[in-house]
């Protein structure tokens, strides 16, 4: 698994105007408000489009971001992918730990 170096983004690095900076220097996400879709932020590459449901993986607080997004473009194309996106991303997070309190604990 790649383990990602922490950074923090410059001027140049922040493609969109909504950026979402993780200050632990790894997951940088932003969200390009004219097509309503999260971008993973790199250092040495250019930005990755995410599934909202991957977003919200790696940082379910930015829920918020495509809620408010899809209320404010109701009849944008993109706005009822994006509630179903965070609805898979949001099922995928809690299986994940409905599971994980499930399995024994490992000391």
């Keep these: ?50 599934h909202t449901g991957q977003a919200i993986l790696l940082r379910p607080s930015d829920i918020k971001f495509s809620m408010l997004w899809a209320m404010k473009h109701p009849t944008h194309p993109r706005s009822e992918a994006l509630i179903d996106e965070v609805a898979v991303g949001a099922k995928a997070a809690v299986m994940h730990f409905a599971q994980a309190a499930q399995a024994p604990m490992q000391r």
């Design 1 to 50: 698994m790649y383990k990602e170096a922490p950074w923090q983004p410059g001027p140049k690095d922040l493609p969109f105007a909504i950026s979402l900076i993780n200050p632990h220097g790894d997951r940088h996400l932003a969200f390009n408000d004219e097509d309503g879709r999260f971008y993973r932020l790199w250092q040495y590459k250019s930005p990755e489009p995410l």
